[in-house]
């Protein structure tokens, strides 16, 4: 019996010792970017590695605003994020409920049409959507980008899922009570929702914060880019040659999401788990 | 995912969604048309025009040529043909697929640190939880930017390290051949929070009682971990494995903020959709159109193929 215990403490420690070289390795990006992003371009090209800057640099971070329009991609991002999430938690919450709960014709074929998108990659329909863009006028313009990105098949799914999963006789309570539909989806469905919306938001924010694909064939001009293009242009075509200021950079773009998710760490990762259970 | 773009193709899985029955009929004849146009027609409207009818359209683009200015003319399958023989595609393909195979490996790898984390008595799990999904939140533009210095031939820390134990690393992102596994490493360090946290809530749902009897009956942790875990975790590995290969299949955003437009092994190492992406650029756009379908199909047939094979090697319960 004690040597059962005995071995099973050891093996715990391994776990321990395991868990630990994982999260070193999972970490020593972020770690290694912060610290040389404060440092010098020699520190970085430095033979061997060094993991301490020699001299403390925190101007990098203000070159990053003279060399990018950094300021202005940012405020790309932000919209782009905000009016994604703001619409995609409205229509895919209202979509959902109604698809939940209501009866209507062509329920189910509706239905399946908009599932049908999830089985479809984005390369199939990102240059008509582009033309659809270009036609509007609304190349280079926050709305063009966020545009397609408002409505969102999965999000409607994951809602209709999460409605299906609530009591019906609240609201059966509610329709006594002489609320009409929207009332009782306002008042008494979307309170109950919240578990629900927040994962949408939390996976809408990450997507729409760091999506790189579409916004580089939306966005041809530097001013209009979110962050992860401009990023993304900057290091991809010429030599670099400023290292820590692109670390500086980089760290910013990612910043804003990174510290969000240490804030509210407990529930992104069970938002994303839901997502994924749901 | 790893790219965000990715994410959000890559949760097509509603197969893991338990349907729960319609309450058809609860009140019969009650039709609710007036409210469910003010509630599902705004969003039907965006789906329609943003990704129903693009999607048609892109099937036309993909049978025209188009020139300079904009103008477009019907080619028939030309565009299949020549796709047919285009040896940069099969190249693409086969990167795709070997990049998907490589990110797979993550999987098992995910397994064993979801198993850790899960053991009973574990202290700081949060921590590690935390940790592990650290990568997955971040902007893979941003994040490959550090990687690049981390895979620098010259003066980059993991040749360093290989040197320490004698090993002369190559430039990592710029040799044909090891670009690729380069950029399915970072995969792999992206998607491991992610796949982990599924397979965590997976192994959740497996009652104690089960390992209680078994360690009675003697069995070691391995045979645990063997004859209950991974058995009763397969609907999970197998959720996984399809969003993984999905993601794997649309890769981009790691390529192209890795590797970089100008690097002289990118033309061997790029994905499909890169490929997508460059003809975009260059204005070949019914060409473009083409290896879109190109990608459905590639996608349709591998995510048909997984679901024929799960029934050979998933358990439900």
Redesign the interface.
């Known amino acids: 019996m004690s040597k059962r215990r005995v071995g099973a403490r050891e ?2 420690t391994i ?2 010792v ?3 070289i ?2 070193v ?3 020593f ?2 770690a ?2 912060l610290i ?1 992003s404060l440092g010098t371009n020699a520190d ?6 060094s993991f301490w800057p020699s001299e403390f640099k925190p101007e990098n971070y203000l070159n990053v605003f003279d060399r990018v329009p950094f300021l202005s991609q940012f405020w790309v991002s932000v919209g782009i994020t905000v009016i994604r999430t703001v619409g995609q938690l409205v ?2 919450s ?2 959902g ?3 939940a ?5 062509f ?1 189910g074929v ?1 239905l399946a ?3 049908a ?16 863009i270009q036609g509007l006028g609304w190349l280079n313009t926050v709305i063009g980008i966020a ?8 999000g ?2 994951m809602m209709r ?1 999460f409605f ?2 609530l009591p ?1 006789e609240l609201e059966e309570a509610a329709r006594l009570d002489g609320a ?3 009332q009782i ?1 306002w008042k008494i469905m979307l309170p109950l929702a919240k578990p629900g919306l927040s994962a949408l938001a939390i ?1 809408t924010v ?9 916004p ?2 939306v966005a041809t001009s530097a001013e209009s880019m979110p ?3 401009g ?2 242009t900057l ?4 030599t ?1 040659t400023d ?1 820590p200021m ?2 500086a950079a ?2 910013m ?2 910043a804003p ?2 510290i969000l ?2 804030i509210m ?2 529930r ?2 069970d938002g ?2 839901f ?4 | 995912m790893t790219s965000s773009a990715v994410r959000e193709a890559g949760v097509a899985a509603p197969a893991a969604a338990p349907a729960p029955p319609a309450g058809r009929g609860r009140r019969r004849g009650r039709s609710d048309l007036g409210w469910a146009l003010v509630f599902v027609l705004p969003l039907f409207a965006g789906i329609a025009l943003f990704y129903l009818w693009p999607i048609v359209r892109n099937l036309w683009f993909s049978f025209t040529e188009w020139g300079p200015f904009g103008d477009s003319e019907w080619v028939g399958l030309d565009n299949y043909i020549e796709l047919a023989g285009d040896a940069t595609m099969g190249r693409a393909i086969l990167n795709t697929l070997g990049y998907t195979a490589m990110l797979l490996c993550g999987v098992p790898l995910a397994i064993y640190f979801a198993s850790l984390l899960n053991r009973p008595g574990l202290r700081f799990a949060n921590l590690f939880r935390t940790a592990f999904f650290l990568p997955y939140v971040a902007m893979p533009a941003a994040i490959s930017m550090v990687w690049r210095i981390i895979y620098n031939g010259d003066f980059g820390i993991l040749n360093y390290a290989l040197s320490l134990i004698g090993i002369d690393g190559p430039s990592w992102l710029s040799t044909e051949g090891v670009a690729l596994v380069a950029v399915a490493l970072v995969g792999i360090w992206i998607s491991l929070g992610f796949n982990l946290i599924i397979l965590s809530a997976g192994m959740k749902g497996i009652p104690v009682e089960l390992y209680e009897a078994a360690s009675l009956d003697g069995a070691t942790r391995w045979k645990q971990f063997t004859t209950i875990t991974v058995p009763l975790l397969t609907p999970s590995i197998f959720f996984v494995s399809v969003m993984t290969v999905i993601a794997g299949f649309q890769v981009f955003d790691l390529l192209y903020a890795l590797m970089g437009t100008q690097n002289p092994a990118i033309d061997k190492t790029q994905s499909v959709v890169y490929y997508f992406f460059t003809n975009i650029k260059t204005g070949d756009n019914g060409y473009a159109a083409a290896i879109g379908v190109v990608i459905l199909l590639l996608v349709g047939i591998f995510t048909l193929l997984q679901f024929r094979l799960q029934k050979k090697w998933v358990t439900y319960v």
């Open positions: 093996s715990n776990a321990y395991v868990l630990t994982g999260s390795v999972m970490i990006p972020f290694w970017q040389m970085v090209i430095s033979v061997p590695p229509l895919c209202m979509a409920y109604a698809f709960r209501m009866y209507f014709p329920k509706v049409l908009i599932l998108i999830l089985m479809v990659p984005p390369q199939v329909y990102l240059l008509p959507q582009y033309q659809i545009a397609p990105g408002i409505f969102s098949a999965f409607t799914f899922q299906m999963g019906p009409n539909q929207f989806f996976i990450l997507w729409s914060w760091n999506d790189l694909l579409w580089l064939i962050l992860s293009a990023i993304a290091t991809s075509g010429r670099i290292y692109l670390l980089a760290m773009a990612m999401v990174l998710f240490l760490q407990r992104v990762i994303v788990a997502s994924g259970l749901k």
